[in-house]
């Protein structure tokens, strides 16, 4: 990484500072985290323009911006770019994401440390997404999780805001769904199998890092079952359960069943 670039992220503590003392808000200090990062990995081609009649975007300018507006001037300029400019190496829902939270249509919430998957769960169960941001220098340059560095787990987090949130239909599904897994956790349901290892690292997945239909989220619950009632019976895959294991498999899945009656968010 080059000196101008290091120098950018080393900003990012102040920034945090800033946020912390009111300066401006949790969207506001995640787009420009988001800005800091894109600028410092890429430089120049950073960003590019998706209509011909926008101006080129200039790092200059853009870097001087976020660093003297303030208030809603600020908000309505990182917005204007999010908006209309598209973004080296970043998918396109990354960027509406950021636009949804500056707006205020998205509870996505700011976190300086990494929540563990079952906070993740009741969170998605109350409707609401965290989004990690990880200010320190030269920590932030390092792996987080199974991310290259704080950059890569920021996006992720993004991500998965979006296909949280983007379809509202879908978004209440989603909720449905982890209300009732928080549900079965709370009544130690799947307790048993925590002994497991290799069970407890893809239900920790399917808690906190698998927002997608709930239909394909119980088939993906159905099949780790499957795995662990198969390394608990020596059996390969091939191989059929015994009579015992499809039946508590189908007890477990009736029991994250979501009720015709749950229509709204827990």
Not at 73 to 93: E, H, S
Request: glycine share 6%.
């Amino acid at each position: 990484m080059t000196k101008p670039a290091q120098n950018l992220l080393g900003e990012l503590p102040r920034l945090a500072e800033r946020r912390r003392s009111g300066e401006f808000d949790d969207a506001v200090f995640a787009a420009l985290y988001f800005l800091y990062w894109q600028i410092a990995t890429h430089g120049e081609p950073y960003a590019s323009r998706k209509c011909k009649h926008d101006p080129r975007p200039d790092m200059a300018m853009w870097l001087a911006a976020m660093e003297t507006q303030e208030g809603e001037t600020l908000r309505a300029q990182l917005l204007d770019w999010v908006g209309r400019y598209q973004f080296r190496g970043v998918i396109a829902n990354v960027p509406v994401a950021l636009g949804q939270w500056l707006r205020g249509a998205w509870p996505l919430v700011l976190r300086e440390d990494i929540p563990g998957p079952r906070e993740v769960l009741r969170m998605q169960a109350r409707g609401a997404r965290p989004v990690t941001v990880l200010t320190g220098y030269p920590r932030l340059l390092k792996p987080v999780l199974n991310k290259s560095d704080a950059f890569a787990f920021f996006l992720h987090d993004l991500e998965h805001a979006y296909k949280f949130f983007h379809s509202p239909e879908l978004h209440a599904a989603q909720c449905m769904f982890f209300t009732v897994l928080d549900g079965a956790l709370d009544r130690g349901v799947f307790t048993p199998h925590f002994v497991d290892a290799g069970f407890v690292e893809r239900f920790h997945y399917l808690m906190s890092d698998m927002n997608t239909h709930p239909e394909h989220s119980r088939q993906y619950l159905r099949a780790i079952l499957v795995e662990f009632y198969l390394r608990r019976e020596r059996k390969v895959p091939a191989q059929a359960l015994s009579p015992t294991a499809e039946r508590e498999i189908a007890d477990l899945m009736r029991a994250v069943e979501i009720p015709a009656a749950l229509a709204v968010c827990a």
